[in-house]
């Protein structure tokens, strides 16, 4: 059952960006901690990288998405998705639901006509919330490992 609660959604800058990290440990894993975290966010934001997120009532941030902005010539200027997760105990409470949604405004502020993202097979749930928000499944996603990391 779904209970939506107020949120609110504020874009993370440097100095608050590790406030993300908890969000993004859930759906990131091999974050070694938030200075890490932060590190990589900043090496992402020199190629457009930004993050957002959704605070509770409390003022504690519950749900974060990083994105950017891309263009292709199939596709032509568009938000990429690259990151998005609610904790556990908040899921179900309209914090993803308004972080998609301050995405589809940001995007149409910047003239994009698209929003993608990718999402493990795995992750039912978000698959959910990706077709409720309006998504479509228009392709699969193919990947090989190279040597390095």
């Keep these: 059952m779904s209970v939506e609660t107020a949120v609110t959604i504020e874009e993370f800058g440097e100095a608050t960006v590790e406030l993300a990290y908890p969000v993004m440990k859930e759906l990131r894993p091999h974050l070694t901690g938030s200075a890490d975290f932060a590190a990589r966010v900043r090496l992402q934001r020199a190629e457009g990288y930004r993050l957002v997120g959704s605070f509770d009532a409390t003022g504690a941030v ?20 690259d990151d998005l997760c609610t904790l556990p105990a908040a899921r179900g409470q309209g914090h993803a639901r308004a972080l998609l949604a301050w995405i589809d405004d940001e995007a149409r502020r910047l003239g994009c006509h698209q929003v993608h993202l990718d999402s493990g097979t795995h992750r039912h749930a978000a698959h959910r919330r990706y077709l409720s928000s309006g998504f479509v499944i228009e392709a699969l996603h193919f990947s090989k490992k190279t040597a390095g990391e």
């Design 62 to 81: 519950v749900s974060a998405a990083g994105f950017r902005l891309g263009r292709t010539l199939a596709w032509g200027p568009f938000l990429y998705i």
